[in-house]
């Protein structure tokens, strides 16, 4: 079983930056596809970006230009850089590792970023 553990969530003021943070337990994650998905109250699950095994990024049109995606598979870490951040954001943001080429998904407890004024 595979873990992933987020941190770096909090209450930032719109324009503000976070940076959030996921660990995974195992080395399945050198060969799994990596990325951060967000819910927020009332909402479905949506993409926010992907990072694969081979470091190939993919952005959500909404994030395009202000999040960065990251990968370090030494320290068995994903990471999201969120600048310019916008009320809209606020969400439950999760982590999620799916292996190659059995496409399990696995997913972090998730950590709240709340945009507010």
């Known amino acids: 079983q595979v873990q992933l553990v987020e941190s770096g969530g909090g209450l930032v003021r719109p324009g503000g930056s976070l940076r959030l943070s996921c660990a995974a337990s195992?080395?399945?994650?050198?060969?799994?596809?990596m990325g951060w998905y967000r819910q927020a109250p009332g909402k479905q699950r949506e993409l926010v970006a992907t990072?694969?095994?081979?470091?190939?990024?993919k952005y959500a049109d909404s994030v395009a230009g202000r999040f960065t995606i990251s990968r370090d598979n030494p320290k068995r870490m994903i990471y999201l850089q969120m600048n310019g951040l916008l009320p809209e954001d606020t969400a439950v943001y999760f982590c999620?590792?799916?292996?190659?080429?059995?496409?399990?998904?696995?997913w972090g407890q998730g950590t709240q970023v709340t945009v507010s004024s």
């Open positions: 990072v694969s095994n081979t470091f190939k990024i």
């Open positions: 195992k080395d399945i994650f050198r060969s799994s596809d």
């Open positions: 999620n590792l799916r292996t190659w080429p059995e496409a399990l998904d696995y």
